[in-house]
């Protein structure tokens, strides 16, 4: 059981647009940490996709987003595309237990 | 650019020490203010945190795997290790280590990992 839940999977075709839902608790998300998303391509290490809420490391297409709400955040992915397809996990810093926790992560499957 | 790799033995007996080393290259493990984590992940399963390492020595670890965590730096050989004691089937993952931005902050550069199974 993960400390922030994220759905098991996402699907979406060619050009549309999927969001991705992290949802935490008072103690992580809801406290105001920042809330950082992941790709992860089969058989890959993962990769920083979003940092600090809605911020894309330099090379991310701009396709990818961020936002932060409440106890809550999201990744957006707009103009969706075959090489999209991956894991995803959200990441933020819990409170009560004193160190980093991740989503369960989601697989995005682009039909 | 810096680069992580880790390494070490891809098979271990149970109730033994996992001991893994992650080497950094294209910068000084020195430079900036970052910190160095190793995060697992077992086959099919999501991403665990395992703990954080400083060039100082100073260290954090996740609460659930604290008491048999232990992690140490090199600065001479650009490196940092983690060694996992009394190890059984549970945590047979594949092992990466990353650049820890900070407390709050993002793993910015990961490792490509490396495999370790837990069998007799």
């Known amino acids: 059981q993960s400390v922030l839940t994220q759905p098991p999977s996402v699907s979406g075709a060619p050009g549309q647009r999927v969001t991705i839902s992290c949802t935490g608790s008072?103690?992580?998300?809801?406290?105001?940490?920042?809330v950082h998303w992941y790709q992860q391509l089969p058989g890959t290490a993962p990769k920083l996709l979003i940092y600090?809420?809605?911020n894309r490391p330099s090379g991310v297409p701009d396709r990818f987003s961020g936002s932060k709400s409440g106890t809550s955040a999201s990744l957006a992915i707009t103009g969706l595309q075959a090489e999209d397809e991956a894991d995803y996990y959200c990441?933020?810093?819990?409170?009560?237990?004193?160190?980093?926790?991740f989503g369960g992560g989601t697989k995005l499957t682009v039909l | 650019q810096v680069q992580l790799q880790e390494s070490g033995p891809g098979l271990v007996k149970p109730s033994q020490t996992l001991s893994l080393t992650c080497t950094v290259s294209?910068?000084?493990?020195?430079?900036?203010?970052?910190?160095w984590s190793w995060i697992r992940q077992p086959a099919g399963k999501g991403l665990e945190w395992i703990g954080r390492?400083?060039?100082?020595?100073?260290?954090s670890y996740n609460r659930s795997l604290k008491s048999r965590v232990t992690m140490s730096v090199d600065t001479s050989k650009n490196q940092f290790s983690l060694k996992l004691s009394s190890v059984t089937a549970a945590d047979t993952a594949v092992y990466y280590c990353?650049?820890?931005?900070?407390?709050?902050?993002?793993?910015?550069?990961w490792g490509q990992g490396t495999m370790v199974t837990v069998s007799s």
């Open positions: 990353a650049r820890d931005r900070g407390s709050y902050l993002a793993f910015d550069i």
């Open positions: 294209g910068g000084s493990i020195s430079s900036g203010s970052y910190y």
């Open positions: 390492i400083y060039t100082s020595g100073s260290t």
């Open positions: 008072s103690s992580n998300i809801g406290a105001g940490y920042d």
């Open positions: 600090g809420n809605n």
């Open positions: 990441q933020s810093y819990d409170s009560s237990l004193s160190g980093r926790v």
